[in-house]
Nanobody
Framework: QVQLVESGGGLVQAGGSLRLSCAAS????????MGWYRQAPGKQRELVATITRGSSTDYADSVKGRFTISRDNAKNTVYLQMNSLKPEDTAVYYC??????????WGQGTQVTVSS
């Protein structure tokens, strides 16, 4: 069994910052890609950012230059530093872990609310 524990969400004013963390534990042998997705009310879940084991990154255009994804392979943990937050960043943020073998895993989600 694999568990993903997310933390760091909350309420922040526009222009503020938050840092999300997601730690994977349990029967997981080797993680290939880690990432963050988000889902706003009434919208589909969308990719925010991903990072490979070798630290190659990919970002949604809407967050480029404001968000930074990073990971600690020794701790099986992925981070998302979010700066210059906007009201349109309000969503539930989900951690995703993609092992080299087997299915993806998802976190339970953490709410990020940005007030104007």
């Amino acid at each position: 069994q694999v568990q993903l524990v997310e933390s760091g969400g909350g309420l922040v004013q526009a222009g503020g910052s938050l840092r999300l963390s997601c730690a994977a534990s349990g029967r997981i042998f080797s993680i290939n890609v880690m990432g963050w997705y988000r889902q706003a009310p009434g919208k589909q879940r969308e990719l925010v950012a991903t990072i490979t084991r070798g630290s190659s990154t990919d970002y949604a255009d809407s967050v480029k230059g404001r968000f930074t994804i990073s990971r600690d392979n020794a701790k099986n943990t992925v981070y998302l530093q979010m700066n210059s937050l906007k009201p349109e960043d309000t969503a539930v943020y989900y951690c995703n872990v993609r092992p080299h073998i087997g299915p993806d895993y998802w976190g339970q989600g953490t709410q990020v609310t940005v007030s104007s």
